[in-house]
């Protein structure tokens, strides 16, 4: 199964500044998927990174605001730009455990918890 | 578009009761579900998959389709399992994966 190797675990940013998560996966997977966890909330989907292409964003969700780069199949960087509080969140990037059809599960970073003043 | 319902933001048991976590769906083609665990300190990791029909640290869960549940159920909870539990579901044919909000299993020695 695949290992992501995410970072910063914890940042904390003054408003109107841009952070970068990066993700680091140990072995080649054709998507990346960025997840948002907000306080008390559940685990919602900002975008799918394909390698190659521009990202695919959910709805409420645009490219100007989290702009994400995939340069190849075992990296993908997800930047919050012109941060506010309301950013405030646990990020978290994700792929897909295997390319079995009988295996579905995802595997997760361990998530940047982000702060913002 | 599918949805995960997770009723209960909190469940509390005593060591050694039974436990079910609900989990209800709705999507109109055929789903694909799982349970997440998230350990205190840990990162959020799978649990069990139906499409496996296996049971995992005890825990077992079956999709009713009927229902559409997907509900997690352990004969006897240890103070181990104490964890966040997300639902979730795959669109079939998509990667996509949409997370229930979430219980906190809260098991009392």
């Known amino acids: 199964s695949a290992v992501i190797s995410q970072k910063p675990s914890r940042d904390i940013c003054q408003r109107g500044t841009s952070l970068t998560i990066q993700c680091q996966v140990d072995?080649?997977?054709?998507?990346m998927f960025w997840y948002r966890q907000q306080p008390g909330q559940s685990l919602t989907l900002i975008a799918t990174?394909?390698?190659?292409?521009?990202?695919?964003?959910e709805s409420g969700f645009v490219i100007d605001k989290f702009p994400i780069s995939r340069p190849n199949l075992t990296f993908s960087t997800l930047t919050v730009s012109n941060m506010s509080p309301e950013d405030s969140s646990i990020y978290l990037c994700?792929?897909?455990?295997?390319?079995?059809?009988?295996?579905?599960?995802?595997?997760f970073g361990s998530g940047t918890r982000l702060t913002v003043v | 578009a599918q949805r995960v319902t997770q009723p209960e933001k909190l469940l509390s048991v005593f060591k050694g009761a039974p436990v079910e976590l609900k989990c209800n769906y709705s999507?109109?083609?055929?789903?694909?579900l799982f349970w997440y665990v998230q350990y205190s300190r840990q990162r959020l990791q799978l649990l069990l998959r139906?499409?496996s029909r296996e049971s995992i640290k005890g825990f077992t869960a079956d999709l009713n389709k009927g229902e559409t549940s997907f509900h997690l159920k352990k004969p006897f909870a240890q103070e181990e399992d104490s964890a966040m539990y997300y639902c979730?579901?795959?669109?079939?044919?998509?990667?996509?994966?949409?997370f229930g909000t979430g219980t906190k299993l809260q098991v009392i020695p």
């Open positions: 994700s792929v897909n455990r295997g390319d079995s059809l009988a295996n579905y599960g995802y595997t």
């Open positions: 072995s080649q997977v054709t998507m």
């Open positions: 990174a394909n390698q190659g292409s521009e990202a695919t964003y």
């Open positions: 999507y109109s083609g055929s789903p694909e």
């Open positions: 139906h499409i």
């Open positions: 979730a579901l795959r669109a079939g044919g998509y990667q996509k994966v949409t």
